[in-house]
């Protein structure tokens, strides 16, 4: 059974931090690209940050500078640090599992969500 379980959001002041973590089970960790989404109310859902199988990065030009991702291949966990949030930082934040095969079938999996807010 594949779970991908979110904690660490919460409520936090405008430049304060947060550490949201992601612990999975049931695929293949080490083999599959991890996501961080997130989705405010009345936008569309927005990809924040990848890490690749090989540990290559990419981020949304919006976090660029401020978040970072990282994964513990020994532990199955993905990781995104948010430091300098920002009011528009205010989203549920899913993380996301995504594999390619060579005959081209994907396999993806979400978490449930977790909020965070940024409000003073």
């Known amino acids: 059974q594949v779970q991908l379980v979110e904690s660490g959001g919460g409520l936090v002041q405008p430049g304060g931090s947060l550490r949201l973590s992601c612990a999975t089970s049931?695929?293949?960790?080490?083999?599959?690209?991890m996501n961080w989404y997130r989705q405010a109310p009345g936008k569309e859902r927005e990809l924040v940050a990848t890490i690749t199988s090989l540990g290559r990065t990419n981020y949304a030009d919006s976090v660029k500078g401020r978040f970072t991702i990282s994964r513990d291949n020994a532990k199955n966990l993905v990781y995104l640090q948010m430091n300098s949030l920002k009011f528009e930082d205010t989203a549920v934040y899913y993380c996301n599992a995504r594999r390619t095969t060579l005959t081209y079938r994907e396999f993806i999996y979400w978490g449930q969500g977790t909020q965070v807010t940024v409000s003073s």
């Open positions: 049931g695929f293949t960790f080490s083999t599959y690209a």
